[in-house]
């Protein structure tokens, strides 16, 4: 079945540690999003990619960093300088073909972040 | 700037009953897109529907179909015939800048 996986779906972090979030997808898009989601507030850009080795910020991407090296495979790492990283992260692909405020955008299940 | 209300934190509806959920925005754009996203239980994000703004015709979907009101820049999600499986949070989201701004959602609740 094509998708999108995210693994944990539960992490948990100590304070001054550097976590990665996996993000794989076989839907063949060439675009991938991370999203943050917190309580009574909509998604939240952190980065994304339209293409491999390329990627743009969104409008919270301090103290997050990503890598897209594969088609396939979007990991975002949560660093020690994001002050407040206890949230529910969303990862998604789209096929990139009209862009990020058009395409249909596929997400996977999520990963649960709790810093200790 | 908040640019995409729902007003409605929370809306209850009887099974099998019809309901309307709420959203607004604010663009200066002509031609745009907006969407209604589904979050079950479950947490996986699923498209509900997906609207152009140049188009006139109001998008459907079997049970869901929206009301754009270009002018007034509103765009409600009506679900006809609620179904248990409709209990969710919804989210509308508009397309701008290369990126979706998204509405802080509404939680359906499907009373049996």
């Known amino acids: 079945d094509g998708g999108i996986t995210q693994s944990p779906k539960y992490l948990f972090r100590k304070e001054g540690q550097n976590v990665t979030l996996s993000c794989e997808q076989n839907?063949?898009?060439?675009?991938m999003y991370w999203y943050r989601q917190d309580p009574g507030q909509g998604l939240r850009l952190i980065y994304y990619s339209q293409i491999v080795n390329d990627f743009q910020k969104g409008d919270i991407a301090e103290g997050y960093s990503v890598s897209r090296e594969k088609k396939e495979s979007f990991p975002l790492t949560v660093t020690s300088a994001q002050k407040n990283p206890t949230a529910f992260y969303l990862c998604a692909s789209s096929d990139g073909l009209a862009g990020p405020a058009v395409d249909t955008q596929y997400f996977g299940p999520g990963t649960r972040l709790t810093v200790l | 700037a908040q640019t995409v209300t729902q007003s409605q934190p929370e809306m209850s509806v009887q099974e099998a009953e019809t309901v309307t959920l709420s959203c607004t925005y604010d663009t200066s754009e002509s031609d745009y897109y907006l969407f209604w996203y589904k979050q079950p239980p479950s947490r996986q994000m699923i498209l509900v529907i997906r609207?152009?703004?140049?188009k006139q015709q109001n998008a459907t979907e079997n049970r869901f179909s929206v009301n754009f009101q270009k002018a007034a820049k509103s765009f409600s999600l009506k679900i006809s015939d609620s179904q248990l499986g409709d209990a969710a949070m919804y989210f509308c989201?508009?397309?701008?800048?290369?990126?979706?701004?998204w509405g802080a959602g509404t939680k359906l609740i499907i009373k049996p």
């Open positions: 839907l063949n898009h060439d675009a």
């Open positions: 989201a508009y397309g701008r800048n290369y990126q979706l701004i």
């Open positions: 609207q152009e703004a140049y």
